[in-house]
């Protein structure tokens, strides 16, 4: 059981973090989900809405990262850089293999993951999709296109680690996993979902110090992670909107400026540690 893992970003470069990948692995099928199996039927209609949809953003986001992660591969600067990047490729496929098992033993029949993919999309928000579905499709294809481009990686890497990961993903577990542990409700998915999150801040780690490295040695680059930030963050504020009309709020027991302010708390510290302080985005 993993709930009580740091937040920590292991900012470290990309042979150390290997080295923690090889020292973290785990299956998406050895999680027990027995007594999360037993407790989906019995619980009330508003959690089991709010789970479903949290579910439903899980899905379609890891599909998305899963599939639009080769082209960073390809652009990676050293063998030790490729190396790490290769393994998050693995643990994005792990992600997504364990969100579709919770699907095929807890929600649904089982099926393939496209089809679960393909119902999760129908639950989330044209902002949410205006960032899987058009921004990083878009960005990825840049990469492909062009690994050799500088300005290319550093938009990917902003979107994808700093937007993605970090901001969405980590403000969504926190508030996801606590209320669930509060409950008592679903202690497969919160196990599962926190070895998730324990991969995450190894790749967010790895983001942060690409980005870092880069700006120090080419200043320019800033006005990229700025850019980009600038394009998106707007979509991020909607895409934090909890469903419904206020529901899903009460019952996590949180507002929505409660995740809006953790969101940003983080992407402040993060930019920080970059070295292209957040205020100046849209000075």
């Not at 970003?9 to 692995?25: A, F, G, K, M, V």
């Not at 919770?102 to 044209?126: K, L, M």
């Not at 058009?134 to 690994?147: D, F, I, K, N, T």
């Not at 509060?182 to 998730?196: A, D, K, N, Q, W």
Request: no cysteine; net charge negative.
């Amino acid at each position: 059981m993993l709930r009580n893992v740091s937040d920590e970003i292991q900012l470290n470069d990309p042979q150390t973090l290997y080295r923690r990948w090889e020292d973290s692995q785990w299956s998406p099928f050895a999680v027990d989900l027995t007594t999360d199996s037993r407790q989906w039927g019995e619980m009330r209609d508003a959690d089991r809405g709010l789970i479903h949809f949290v579910l439903s953003s899980l899905m379609v986001a890891e599909e998305r990262i899963t599939t639009k992660f080769s082209g960073l591969v390809g652009a990676y600067g050293t063998e030790e850089e490729a190396t790490f990047l290769a393994t998050q490729q693995v643990d994005e496929a792990r992600h997504m293999q364990f969100y579709a098992r919770f699907q095929d033993e807890v929600i649904a029949a089982p099926d393939t993951v496209a089809a679960h993919v393909g119902r999760a999309r129908a639950q989330v928000s044209d902002a949410f999709r205006a960032i899987f579905d058009g921004a990083l499709v878009e960005a990825h294809e840049r990469l492909v296109a062009h690994p050799d481009d500088l300005a290319a990686k550093v938009e990917f890497v902003t979107l994808y680690h700093l937007i993605l990961e970090a901001t969405l993903g980590l403000t969504t577990f926190r508030f996801a996993t606590d209320y669930l542990t509060r409950e008592g409700l679903l202690p497969g998915f919160v196990e599962g979902y926190s070895r998730i999150h324990h991969d995450e801040t190894r790749h967010i780690g790895y983001g942060v110090w690409f980005l870092r490295e880069t700006v120090k040695a080419h200043p320019e680059q800033a006005d990229v992670v700025r850019g980009t930030l600038r394009d998106l963050l707007p979509h991020v504020a909607e895409s934090l909107k909890p469903p419904g009309n206020g529901n899903a709020a009460d019952v996590l027991g949180v507002t929505e400026d409660d995740l809006r302010a953790f969101a940003l708390d983080g992407l402040t510290r993060r930019m920080q540690i970059i070295g292209v302080p957040l205020e100046t985005v849209f000075a």
